[in-house]
C-alpha cells in the first residue's frame, strides 16, 4: 500500500503571496489531518477533515484553510503568507475513528520558506 | 503550564543503556500516542495507548489513566533509536491532539 504523499516538499515563497499545499492520504483513509511544526512551537494542529468535511479546527487564523476532495485529498492554503508561516507542514491520515483512537500515518511534511 | 510535558527534554544514554522517557498531560484524553521523528523530518506513530501497557520489539509504552502520566521504554537501546520522540495527547472535548515539545535521544555506540 502506498504512504502518505505530500508535494511539494519544498517551497519558498516571499511575504504576502498565497500557497497551496497537497495530501495523498492511504487508500482507504478517510480521515486528514494537517499539522504545523515549528522548532519555537513544535507540533500544532491545524484541521482535520473527514469525509469532505472539517470535523475539527485548531487555533489558527482564517488565513489557514483546507479542504478534502471525493477521493480524500486534501489541500490547505495559505493567503497572506507571513514569515511566521515558515514551518514544515505535515499531513497524517487515518481511518478517522472520531475518538482519535486511530494509528495516524504521517507523511513526509512540505518545508515552506517565507522570504 | 503546557498541557502535556515531557520529560527529559534532551537523554544521551550509551548503546545497550535502557531509556525511559516521560509524558505527563493535564486534560481528559481518549488516547495517547507515542511518535517517533528522524532527523529530515518524517515521522512515524510507536504506539497509541489507551489503557494499561504495549510492547513491540524493544519499545515498551504504559499509562496511568488516574495519574495522567505515561512512559516510553527502550530496552537495549541502539544508536539507530536516535530520534526525537514526541507524546500526543488526543482531547475528547477539544476534538483535537496536543503535542509534548519533543525529547531528544542520541545514543552513542
Known amino acids: 500500500k502506498a504512504g502518505v504523499t505530500q508535494t511539494p516538499r519544498y517551497l519558498i515563497k516571499t511575504r504576502g503571496q498565497q500557497v497551496t499545499l497537497s495530501c495523498s492520504p492511504i487508500?482507504?483513509?478517510?480521515?486528514v489531518s494537517w499539522y504545523q511544526q515549528t522548532p519555537g512551537q513544535g507540533l500544532q494542529f491545524l484541521f482535520e477533515?473527514?469525509?469532505?468535511?472539517?470535523?475539527n479546527k485548531g487555533n489558527f487564523p482564517g488565513r489557514f484553510s483546507g479542504r478534502q476532495f471525493s477521493n480524500s485529498r486534501s489541500e490547505m492554503n495559505v493567503s497572506t503568507l507571513e514569515l511566521g508561516d515558515s514551518a514544515l507542514y505535515l499531513c497524517?491520515?487515518?481511518?478517522?475513528?472520531?475518538?482519535?483512537?486511530?494509528?495516524?500515518?504521517f507523511g513526509p511534511g512540505t518545508r515552506l520558506t517565507v522570504l | 503550564k503546557n498541557e502535556v510535558e515531557q520529560s527529559p527534554q534532551n537523554l544521551t544514554a550509551q548503546e545497550g543503556e535502557f531509556i525511559t522517557i516521560n509524558c505527563s498531560y493535564s486534560?481528559?484524553?481518549?488516547?495517547l500516542h507515542w511518535l517517533q521523528q528522524h532527523p529530515g523530518g518524517g515521522i512515524v506513530s510507536l504506539f497509541m495507548?489507551?489503557?494499561g501497557k504495549k510492547k513491540h520489539g524493544r519499545l515498551i509504552a504504559t499509562i496511568n489513566i488516574q495519574e495522567k502520566h505515561s512512559s516510553l521504554h527502550i530496552t537495549a537501546s541502539h544508536p539507530r533509536d536516535s530520534a526525537v520522540y514526541i507524546c500526543?495527547?488526543?482531547?475528547?472535548?477539544?476534538?483535537?491532539?496536543?503535542f509534548g515539545d519533543g525529547t531528544t535521544l542520541t545514543v552513542k555506540p
Open positions: 497524517a491520515s487515518s481511518l478517522g475513528t472520531i475518538s482519535g483512537t486511530d494509528t495516524q500515518y
Open positions: 487508500s482507504g483513509h478517510r480521515s
Open positions: 477533515y473527514f469525509s469532505e468535511t472539517q470535523r
Open positions: 486534560v481528559g484524553i481518549s488516547a
Open positions: 495507548l489507551s489503557s
Open positions: 500526543a495527547v488526543y482531547n475528547t472535548n477539544a476534538g483535537k491532539s496536543t
